[in-house]
């Protein structure tokens, strides 16, 4: 008996697979702290910001410099400029005291640190030139950042004959408009006994004391002048009483001749 075949049920079509989703590309770390571009007015509104902090700290003095910094030709308050400082041997003063003292006024000069090349010329130029200067009447002080230790020991090497000042916090230094980033600014200051700056630049070891020279020489000179002048005004009226007295003698004689010829 022959065998029946049986046909085979096709089989169902396969499930379409949905396709795949595409990653979203990878950000990097670079890309992702990367700060968005300023725009111009951004740019603008920082600049502006800056400006408003930089007038801010002008105003307040917590800046390195400030429009407060006396300039030639200014006459400043001396009472509590600067603060308190101390010489070497360790004496408690302030700018108002030192020109007190003085006779004409107050010299200072300032270093960056005490027994360095530089530093060293510098107090050795001022005290090569001491009795020419202080023959001004003004007072010489050196004034650094140093401590009255540093300074004890600077001062008797070099043997000096003048007083160093320490202004460990700067106070004095940054009023004189001598205050550096990083400390001191060489430099001199020249204030008179009404308070009047005569100098206040930065200046080399040797370019400092040439500033001192010049200045206070000129006001010998001109105090000198002075005096000339009150001397020859002085001998003027001198002569002019001699001369009206010899008028009057010379009357009076006249007189009494025209007496005895009546």
């Given at each position: 008996m022959p065998v029946e075949l049986r046909k085979r049920k096709t089989p169902p079509p396969a499930p379409v697979r949905p396709a795949k989703k595409k990653a979203a590309p990878k950000t990097s770390k670079a890309a992702k702290d990367a700060k968005p571009e300023e725009t111009v007015v951004d740019k603008a509104k920082n600049a502006v910001t800056e400006t408003v902090e930089a007038v801010k700290e002008?105003?307040?003095?917590?800046?390195?410099?400030?429009?407060?910094?006396?300039?030639?030709?200014?006459t400043?308050?001396?009472?509590?400029?600067?603060?308190?400082?101390?010489?070497?041997?360790?004496?408690?003063?302030t700018l108002a005291k030192l020109v007190e003292?003085?006779?004409?006024?107050?010299v200072l000069f300032t270093y960056p640190k005490a027994s360095t090349?530089?530093?060293?010329?510098?107090?050795?130029?001022?005290?090569?030139?001491?009795?020419?200067?202080?023959?001004t009447g003004?007072?010489?002080?050196?004034?650094?950042?140093?401590?009255?230790?540093?300074?004890?020991t600077f001062a008797t090497k070099q043997n000096l004959p003048?007083?160093?000042?320490?202004?460990?916090?700067?106070?004095?230094?940054?009023?004189?408009?001598?205050?550096?980033a990083k400390g001191t600014t060489r430099g001199i200051f020249i204030v008179d006994k009404e308070g009047k700056v005569l100098a206040a630049e930065p200046g080399s070891p040797e370019g400092t004391v040439e500033v001192a020279r010049?200045?206070?020489?000129?006001e010998m000179e001109g105090e000198e002048g002075e005096?000339?002048?009150?001397?020859?005004?002085?001998t003027t009226a001198e002569e002019k009483k001699e001369v009206a007295e010899t008028a009057a003698e010379v009357a009076d004689t006249a007189e009494k001749l025209d007496e005895g010829k009546a």
């Open positions: 002008a105003v307040t003095g917590n800046g390195e410099s400030t429009s407060a910094t006396p300039k030639v030709g200014d400043i308050t001396l009472t509590n400029f600067g603060g308190e400082v101390e010489t070497h041997t360790g004496t408690k003063t003292q003085s006779k004409s006024g107050v090349p530089g530093c060293t010329k510098q107090v050795c130029f001022f005290r090569d030139s001491y009795t020419p200067l202080t023959a003004f007072d010489i002080y050196g004034l650094s950042n140093d401590s009255p230790k540093s300074n004890t003048y007083p160093l000042l320490c202004d460990p916090s700067r106070t004095l230094i940054s009023a004189i408009g001598l205050k550096g010049k200045i206070l020489v000129k005096g000339e002048k009150k001397e020859e005004q002085a």
